[in-house]
């Protein structure tokens, strides 16, 4: 198993641009997420599904949009990048609900906005 | 909303020596703890899921302890290491949910 990919790696955009950050795990995991880690402010969650075709908010969705057509895909775009945007991109999978689940990361995506 | 914090900050010990790391929690409601590594400019590896209904469990020099009325969780790294230098990061669920909660992280340096 590849566990949770993500691409790009890296990434500098334009203030203004768009562009979309994708994820997908192997692992059959209902559940994925998106979080961003900033310096000082730890991880907060973007966006997170519970499986194919739900999707909702978590604490800082302004600016990001997701969508989940398939189990294993959960891309997150950018409509309109801004410099506060700058940050590390983080996506998630998990197989269980409750006291079993354990997720998994994946390696990031730098997002640099100027 | 669940907090969560990490103390200390950072840490730094001689080879050899053990590590406590400690995580507080406000919501003692939780399902589960789940403690991470974080290496500089990479992802997170998960290191120890602790259940509820458990005080704690081990993996290898790992040990997590988990005192849900208290609120807090310890991770003890026995006879550190150079390549045990990382953030390490605990995180809860926020109620039932999958959504996680994390602290701020330690950030350990182990001196050769």
């Known amino acids: 198993n590849a566990g949770v990919t993500q691409t790009p790696k890296f990434q500098v955009l334009k203030t203004g641009q768009s562009m979309t950050l994708q994820c997908a795990q192997d692992?059959?995991?209902?559940?994925m997420s998106w979080y961003r880690q900033d310096p000082g402010m730890g991880l907060r969650l973007i966006h997170y599904?519970?499986?194919?075709?739900?999707?909702d908010q978590g604490e800082v969705p302004n600016g990001y949009n997701v969508s989940r057509s398939t189990t294993e895909d959960f891309p997150l775009r950018l409509l309109s990048a801004a410099p506060s945007q700058t940050s590390v991109y983080f996506c998630?999978?998990?197989?269980?609900?409750?006291?079993?689940?354990?997720?998994?990361f994946g390696p990031g995506t730098r997002l640099t906005v100027t | 909303k669940q907090e969560v914090t990490q103390i200390p900050a950072a840490l730094s010990v001689p080879e050899g020596e053990n590590l406590v790391l400690n995580c507080s929690f406000t919501d003692s409601a939780i399902y589960n703890l789940q403690w991470f590594r974080q290496d500089p400019g990479k992802g997170l590896t998960s290191l120890l899921l602790?259940?509820?209904?458990?005080r704690e469990q081990t993996s290898g020099r790992l040990n997590a302890s988990l005192d849900k009325s208290s609120g807090r969780s310890t991770l003890y790294i026995a006879a550190s290491q150079p390549g045990d230098s990382a953030t390490y990061l605990c995180a809860v669920p926020q109620g039932n949910d999958y959504k996680l909660s994390f602290g701020a992280g330690t950030t350990v340096t182990v001196r050769a």
């Open positions: 692992m059959n995991h209902e559940y």
């Open positions: 602790i259940q509820s209904s458990q």
């Open positions: 599904s519970v499986g194919a075709g739900i999707t």
């Open positions: 998630a999978s998990s197989y269980s609900i409750g006291t079993a689940a354990e997720q998994y």
